[in-house]
């Protein structure tokens, strides 16, 4: 492999003649070798779009020439095309403010840039420090792109997966609407409801979290760049916050704008924590749809059985013929996942000292975690899942039928107390509902047949 030399303030290093990143990229490179975890390329592109309307702020505020200012962007736009992705290589676990990462994307960008100068016929040099973070420090940099990376993975990723769970919640709803079955809590007989009764509590988690979701994400859009080192502003112009943030807004229709405490902004991930919880409230309620799928799939024929789900691949390397809710495992072993991403950006951002919270890559390597895992599984759960539940209803009504809290109809005109002798008289001895009250002498058949409808005790009784 042919190199060539990069130096920075520590010395000469050798990095790979193909390669963009320069000589503090390859010292973190060595460095940290540590896991296959790399930087998401979310934070790559969000800080590569940072430097972008950085120099363009650095040039609107006479601190940066026409050139410098047109060649970074360039640059910073073949990154945010995906096409420089081979030259971001290193791993989360780096410092703890993400300089490596920032540094990685000053470097490449000042590599790309001189290039594009040299081909432009340009006589200019552009620094990786000087020029291509000129007013920034990695302390105010990195927050920003874990909230602009933040922002976008909602609003382009979690929440369309979401809109479209509710829709096919909503048809399956407005399908199933007059189907009543049994209900069931503490997983035993309780008194009926219709299916789409059940479903509409599915579709109300699922209106809730995505509520929960984009009215915390509008805290992600107070931004740190402004704060540089310590949250002063120190080698920044005072309006560089302010002006790079009506940038990004134009660039990204966000309306981000600049953290009115700077301080705040460096050392607190409050808000990340935040958004993770509503995120986190999310996979709870995935995690009980998923399970109420599977137990109502359960059997085929020594389970509950009253839905059925589509049959995407063989159950099992020994037993023919079975079949697995195996979009449901799926989806609560992400669910899993993402309370314990939550464990890890709670505990991380209760961590840092004085003016810098130095956990910030691990915070936003899990929440972008999350984000990915729900919004790949939520549309896996929803195409080869949801869409395929079809009712059993001979196994609806039998269940149906068979259920002893329907006795719950007759407490308003018997009493609690004899309404239990009844249902407990059934039970054993094992008989309906019918034969044990009128063995009780406590109604007629007429009298029971007039009490006891289903179709009276989905909805409440004046």
Known sequence: MSYREEKDSIGIVH????????????????????????MPIEVIQSLALIKKCAAITNNQLEKLSDVQSE????AADEILSGSLDDHFPLVVWQTGSG???????????AYRANQIAKEKGYNLTVHPNDDVNMSQSSNDTFPTAMHVAAVKAIET??????????IILEEKQAAFNKVIKIGRTHLQDATPLT???????????IAKSGKMIRES???????????????????????????VCEQLSKMTD??????????HALTSHDVIVHSHGAIKALAADLMKIANDVRWLASGPRAGIGEITIPANEPGSSIMPGKVNPTQSEALTMIACQVFGNDATIGFAASQGNFQLNVYKPVIIYNFLQSIRLLSDGIDSFNERCVKGIALNKEVIEKNLTNSLMLVTALNPH?????????????????????????RNGVLTEEQFDLLIDPSKMINPQE
């Not at 320069?22 to 540590?34: H, L």
């Not at 966000?254 to 301080?263: D, I, L, T």
């Open 15 to 38: 990095v790979p003649i193909e390669k963009y990143w320069g000589a503090q990229t390859q010292r973190s490179k060595e460095n940290f070798a540590i896991g296959i975890e790399t």
């Open 71 to 74: 060649v970074i962007v360039e």
């Open 99 to 109: 300089t490596q990462t920032n540094m990685n994307v000053n470097e490449v960008i």
């Open 195 to 205: 299916v789409g009764q059940e479903f509409s509590g599915w579709v109300e988690m």
């Open 254 to 263: 966000y309306p981000f704008v600049s953290a009115s405490n700077k301080f």
């Open 414 to 438: 018997i009493g609690y107390e004899k309404a239990a002798v009844i249902a407990k008289f059934a039970y054993k001895e094992k008989l309906t509902l019918k034969e044990a009250a009128v």
């Open 157 to 166: 990723r979690l929440l369309p997966s979401l809109g479209s769970l509710k």
């Open 217 to 243: 994400s509008n805290y992600l859009k107070e931004l740190a760049i402004g704060g540089t080192a310590v949250g002063t502003g120190i080698n920044a112009h005072p309006m560089f916050g302010k002006v």
